[in-house]
T-cell receptor, first 109, second 117 residues
Framework: GENVEQHPSTLSVQEGDSAVIKCTYS??????FPWYKQELGKRPQLIID?????GEKKDQRIAVTLNKTAKHFSLHITETQPEDSAVYFCAHRGFKTIFGAGTRLFVKA | NAGVTQTPKFQVLKTGQSMTLQCAQDMNHNSMYWYRQDPGMGLRLIYYSASEGTTDKGEVPNGYNVSRLNKREFSLRLESAAPSQTSVYFC????????????????FGSGTRLTVV
């Protein structure tokens, strides 16, 4: 069945370092891969997405890369700041969006 | 522009009671969804409505029913609440075409924190 595995479950970095979160999916038909950020007690919010016809997309300090052959996609955050501390979820879309279990990112000042 | 509005924000139920969670979106989105979020479990899909007039089961539909009242509103009903349904419930909506899998991200509501005792 469809599933998505997300690693690591917890990530702690120093302010200014980079953070990378990776997701692996199983459904070859997936063609849309969003990432969501959820701060404590708040709703998830879409921060970046990528479609299967491109390999990389950047938006300021965040980027997403996609390898359709290997069926994995990654979120890259550069120059991390304390406000980047949150839980990050990957997902892939068909009719039923499947979410990863989440990565709790801690950015230490 | 409110986006996705959920009510209530908090609710405590006794085992066996029923209730309906309300969700409305003002973005003219075709697709709407109900998720539950439990600690360490991420977001799990309960039901979804790809377009007005259709509803389908997600990963964890048991114990729930839904109604797509119109294009704007999608409600979730717990007929006989159980402690296992204690969770945070999120409604979401998305652009998309009614004839194919949506290819856009979600806009989430602010959530309903439900406790069943």
């Amino acid at each position: 069945g469809e599933n998505v595995e997300q690693h690591p479950s917890t990530l702690s970095v120093q302010e200014g370092d980079s953070a990378v979160i990776k997701c692996t999916y199983s459904d070859s038909a997936s063609n849309y891969f969003p990432w969501y950020k959820q701060e404590l007690g708040k709703r998830p919010q879409l921060i970046i997405d990528i479609r299967s016809n491109v390999g990389e997309k950047k938006d300021q300090r965040i980027a997403v890369t996609l390898n359709k052959t290997a069926k994995h996609f990654s979120l890259h955050i550069t120059e991390t700041q304390p406000e980047d501390s949150a839980v990050y979820f990957c997902a892939h879309r068909g009719f039923k969006t499947i979410f990863g279990a989440g990565t709790r990112l801690f950015v230490k000042a | 522009n409110a986006g996705v509005t959920q009510t209530p924000k908090f609710q405590v139920l006794k085992t066996g009671q029923s209730m309906t969670l309300q969700c409305a979106q003002d973005m003219n989105h075709n697709s709407m969804y109900w998720y539950r979020q439990d600690p360490g479990m991420g977001l799990r899909l309960i039901y979804y409505s790809a377009s007005e007039g259709t509803t389908d089961k997600g990963e964890v539909p048991n114990g729930y029913n839904v109604s797509r009242l119109n294009k704007r509103e999608f409600s979730l009903r717990l007929e006989s609440a159980a402690p296992s349904q204690t969770s945070v419930y999120f409604c979401a909506s998305s652009e998309g075409w009614s004839w194919g899998p949506p290819n856009y991200g979600y806009t989430f509501g602010s959530g309903t924190r439900l406790t069943v005792v």
